[in-house]
């Protein structure tokens, strides 16, 4: 049940621009495992959609570059190394992405019918006949209604919810072994969000999918992942799973995160912990950890050295000084989580 | 909740329509009454396309309303024109939605800041207005020196501070909010929410707060109304409301909210919603939310529901109650 499917090792990516080089993603790996989903979290300009978009490869030259030791590993092989015409065969059948914005990502001019069938003749020999009987069966298994007559319908004609239903039909076209969900829901209202994540957990289940979904909203997390990556600054600062990351977060970042969202039977108008600042400029990232300039709990050796990885468990581990001895020693405490709790 | 609740703002049956050619009129705000005091938070919520945005821009007069009346202090200020609509702007301001385009990109931040005071010719003389400029981006967390910096140098939380700091220039009482977060990082919306919330306190501001987030308008209203395709669904103390929602709307719209605790979330029941929100042009009388509301009867496709007082103040309009 839990053999490994992808596994990437310190991704790094730039962007070059007239104002310099943005190293958007500085050293991130994570492991998903066949079947799971993991959640990466994070703000906007946290490098989370950089970094997806980097395990199918869509990083373009020029200005992107992933940078040369970087490793993407999926399924045993360093898709990194692919040349053109494996990526075309990867891209689409072994791994699939759903996009943030349903209003943009379809192709107005094509009925959405073509849209989904397109992906399946590109990767199977089949006719058109059956690849309409796949299309179909696809529309059904995202629950659209009268999918003989929304077959031959514009996107134009659909909601944004239903949108976004197509868009995952067409991910779900050759049962990718790999899903990437960049922000799904975002777009949507909460009722029709609610009805999205079920499809999606159903589909999860069904098909036996690994997920990567990417968010910033706690809440959807909570519900969809096993595992959760949160990033900051181009950088993972903690991951675990949902239980170790809800209810012991290592990180100061994390667990600000956590209570920055006002909880539905929390007081009313009483203050909201804020973090407070911006994130940093990626142009000139900070030499220690990336976190230092927003942290209550910055000490020196933070704003110029880069916190390594303390491991808590198997599968839960987070970069902070904090963590190391010296400081343990130094300010007098055992447990990290209960300074962070008690702040 | 204020100590003497009078009432800053009444809105009595406003209706907006918009004419659609050839189609016939898009029902926006259809039919909607209710009361904001002095001093409180009053938060309207609804998904997109429910029109609680238009609510607020009718409210506030950047569209002229169709029928019904709107009247704040007392006064009828439906249709302002010349002096008394100078009278209701200078106490009425609006913070909106996206930071980077409610910006004028060729304007320093000092001279967004102090056009509302020109035109209302407050504090005159160069050197009061730029102290005056200096106190509001104190107020809301912003320095001095950003005075003459453009709107582009900011990211999209100064920029709402920068949005908030217009608005209070001209010593407004009453503010309407028009979802001031839902552009923003989470880490950041705690940031202006809390600011919100500290000059509320420390100016005795009245805010409609519009906004889709569930759980923040919980966090910052005193009392909660719910819209749906133009209909005022559900109305109470926010409190009341999140505990005891009435309206089987209200109801799915709650259960859908994802609770950040994974224990919680995975064992919550969310109330399955069909289908759709309709089309909300040319209505016809009768529930709104019927299509899609499982204890639907034949009354409700028949007889609009009205706002019932369900006692202290819960108000719910539908045929159940």
Redesign the interface.
Known sequence: MTNQLLAVKNLRISFHTYAGEVQAVRGVSFKVNEGECMAIVG??GSGKTVTSKAVLGLIEPPSGEVKADSSINFAGQEVLKFTDRQWRNYRGKDAAMIFQDPMTSLNPTMKIGRQIMENILLHNKLSRQEARERTLELLRMVNIPNPEERINQYPYEF?G??RQRVVIAIALACKPRLMIADEPTTAL???????I??LLRNIQKQEHTAVIMIT????????MADYISVMYAGRIVEQGT??EI?SHPQHPYTS???K?????N?E?????????G?PPDMIAPPQGCGFASRCQYCMKVCQHRDPAYTSFSDTHQAACWLHDDLAKAAFDYQDVSEVLNHA | MPETKSKLLQVEHLKKYFTIRKKGRLMAVDDVSFDIYRGETFGLVG??GCGKTTCGRTIIGLYPATSGSIRYEGKDITHLTGPQAHWFKKRAQMIFQDPYASLNPRMTVGDIIAEGMENFGLYPGVKQRQQRIQELLGLVGLNKEHANRFPHEF?G??RQRIGIARALAVDPEFIICDEPISAL???????V??LL?KLQQELGLTYLFIA?D???V?????RVAVMYMGHLVELAA??EL?SHPLHPYTQ??L????????Q???QKE?LP?EG??GSPINCQPGCRFASRCPHAMERCHQETPVLKDLGQAHLVACHLF
């Open positions: 703000e906007s909601s919810g239903m209202d909460v009722t029709i969000q609610a009805q994540l079920q910033h909203d706690l809440g959807v997390v909570a519900g949902v239980a809800f600000a995160l956590l920055a969202v006002p909880s539905l929390q009313n108008k009483a203050r909201l912990q804020i973090i407070p911006t | 998904e997109s990211s939380g100064q990082d989470v880490s950041i919306q705690a940031q929410v809390n919330i889709h569930l759980s923040m919980k966090h910052i209203s005193d926010s409190e999140y799915a719209l259960s859908a909210i994802p609770i950040p605790d994974p919680i979330e995975r969310v919603l759709e929100v």
